[in-house]
């Protein structure tokens, strides 16, 4: 079955510094790919995503592109900010099954220092 | 409302009670699902409704589990005999019906469930 594997946190940075939050995924047929970020106290909400091969996703300073050479779809962002501190969850989607399901990575904490 | 709301937020309950907890999604929005949240641990897929319709409940951990929606908005999950392992974040997502197969699903804040 499909399944996605994000590295553990917590990852502590200091402020403006450079993040990179590792996400591979198994999947049998050709899926979308999402961040979605949990701040405290607050549901899940979507960050980003790219549907297909090469597409880059964008969102407040986030990137992340859809390598479906290495399966894939790192996030990234140049110079994080205290207020970016919360869980990130990786997750994909065959759009073609079930509507909107999603299948989720385990997340990563990410606490950012001033 | 605004967002999707659940309720309760939090709920002890004892082992071997039956609970229910409660989705408003948001309003107009056909697809709901419910995931399962374990401490340290990603959602997992629970159940998908499409209106009323439950069109996907392979992912309810054993026959305890059961959820319905029976006017096509307001959701109940229902645990059966409560277990220990049944301790989790239980959440709520719906979608439009334009943002059906984009993947963008709004969520709720969580029911929290502890069994003692």
């Known amino acids: 079955g499909d399944s996605v594997t994000q590295m553990e946190g917590p990852v502590t940075l200091s402020e403006e510094a450079f993040l990179t939050i590792n996400c591979t995924y198994t999947a049998t047929g050709y899926p979308s790919l999402f961040w979605y970020v949990q701040y405290p106290g607050e549901g899940l909400q979507l960050l980003l995503k790219a549907t297909k091969a090469d597409d880059k996703g964008s969102n407040k300073g986030f990137e992340a592109t859809y390598r479906k050479e290495t399966t894939s779809f790192h996030l990234e962002k140049g110079s994080v900010q205290v207020s970016d501190s919360a869980v990130y969850f990786c997750a994909l989607s065959d759009l073609n099954n079930a509507g909107n399901m999603l299948t989720f990575g385990g997340g990563t904490r990410l606490m950012v220092k001033p | 409302g605004a967002g999707v709301s659940q309720s309760p937020r939090y709920k002890v309950a004892k082992r071997g009670q039956d609970v229910a907890l409660r989705c408003d999604p948001i309003?107009?929005?056909?697809?709901l699902f419910w995931y399962q949240q374990a401490l340290g641990q990603g959602p997992e897929f629970l159940t998908y409704f499409q209106n009323e319709a439950q069109l996907d409940k392979s992912g309810l951990p054993s026959d305890r589990f059961f959820a319905e929606r029976p006017e096509g908005s307001v959701s109940t999950l229902k645990i059966q005999r409560t277990q220990q392992e049944d301790s989790a974040v239980y959440l709520c997502?719906?979608?439009?019906?334009?943002?059906?197969?984009?993947?963008?699903?709004?969520f709720g804040e969580g029911s929290r469930l502890t069994v003692l």
């Open positions: 309003s107009g929005h056909v697809s």
């Open positions: 997502a719906s979608s439009s019906f334009l943002a059906l197969n984009t993947g963008e699903l709004f």
